[in-house]
């Protein structure tokens, strides 16, 4: 009996250990940078979280370009990386081939959608926490005009800007929204050098609130925004702390759950392939406030961003989507 509850033991933590071996996570990063403060950082923490509870280290790779991505995927993935995070709709047709190639290989793309059994989507209902931000903007701007600097000219910054600019006039019918984007390239995520001269431009024109979801462009942002004592909003991480003061929130994009559940879910043997799609209700997306802003925020402002919220939940409040029809209603 002794004997047979040892051998039980040893062949238990043979399991443990063969179940070990088959998670090697790896991380594909967006061309903004890994430290970036924002989306590709979220990303980051979320591994680093998976790596502090579990021993169980991940390889990362910070692409410059696009056809580096595609490379690092592939490079990962042959060389028996899994599960495979790619963090950034740049990957989508990188993700589509690789996949392909190795089908007993686990990825997962935020940002897009790829239709394949072994791929895990995650994308955010950025309109929904957008929404919540501009609600906050339009309370707090004193001269009725707000700005929204962006990063790559895409549909999916359309969405973060149409969906604070429907918050924003909810409490603000005639608000005016200014809004511009970086550029058309992936350079458009690391350029804070423009985003302040955009951010200058808008605050010339009367803004006195700017959203930016721009990457590490976004810094730039906020930076102006201090400089010129006006209020910024910051993007995907939690910005506050940057400027203490002058940051009005962050629309918070939860990007370090999508790393640290893929690589949990595939340890624990619950990866599921499919599409995930996470906004209000799910935690996915929110506005940020803690003891960096909250000096900021007015029980009148808390109170509405959190009917907002609850409106949105109820699905009282249905904020529309630009990438639905590529259009915003005014």
């Known amino acids: 009996m002794k004997k047979s509850l040892l051998t039980l033991f040893a062949v238990a933590a043979m399991s443990t250990t063969a179940l070990a ?27 680093e979280k998976f790596k502090a509870e579990t021993g169980i280290a991940y390889r990362d790779f910070e692409p410059t370009g696009d056809t580096q991505g595609e490379q690092a995927i592939r490079n990962f993935a042959s060389r028996g990386f899994n599960p495979v995070v790619a963090v950034s709709f740049a990957w989508t047709s990188a993700i589509e081939k690789v996949a392909a190639e190795f089908p007993d290989t686990k990825f997962i793309i935020v940002d897009s959608v790829v239709e394949k059994p072994n791929v895990r989507s995650v994308v955010y209902k950025e309109e929904e926490g957008s929404y919540l931000v501009g609600v906050l903007a339009g309370m707090a701007s004193k001269s009725g005009k707000v700005g929204f600097v962006g ?8 969405k973060f800007e149409c969906g604070y600019e429907q918050g924003a006039r909810s409490v603000k019918a005639d608000i005016e929204v200014f809004q511009n984007m970086t550029g058309t390239t ?3 995520w690391n350029d804070p050098v423009r985003g302040g001269e955009l951010t200058k431009n ?12 721009a990457g590490a462009t976004g810094l730039g942002v906020l930076q102006t925004a201090a400089d010129n004592k006006k209020l ?20 918070v994009k939860r990007v370090d759950l999508a790393v640290y559940n893929a690589y949990n879910d595939t340890k624990n043997d619950k990866f599921t392939g499919g599409v995930q799609a996470l906004g ?3 935690e996915g997306v929110g506005a940020a406030i803690d003891e960096h802003n909250k000096s900021l925020i007015t029980p009148e402002m808390q109170a509405a961003v959190d009917k907002a919220k609850a409106d949105i939940i109820a699905g009282t409040v249905k904020v529309h989507d630009y990438t639905s029809d590529n259009a915003c209603p005014k």
Do not use: C
């Not at 071996?21 to 790896?26: E, L, M």
């Not at 979220?42 to 591994?47: E, M, R, V």
């Not at 990063?151 to 359309?158: Q, T």
């Open 202 to 213: 808008q605050i010339d024109q009367g803004a006195d609130v700017v959203y930016a979801a």
């Open 280 to 282: 209000v209700k799910e």
């Open 21 to 47: 071996a088959d998670v090697k996570p790896a991380l594909v990063y967006g061309t903004g940078g890994k430290f970036d403060k924002s989306f590709n950082e979220a990303a980051y923490k979320g591994a």
């Open 232 to 251: 910024s909003i910051g993007v995907d991480s939690n910005q506050n702390y940057l400027h203490p003061g002058s940051v009005l929130t962050s629309m």
């Open 151 to 158: 990063g790559m000219d895409i549909p999916l910054i359309r």
């Open 186 to 188: 992936g350079a458009a």
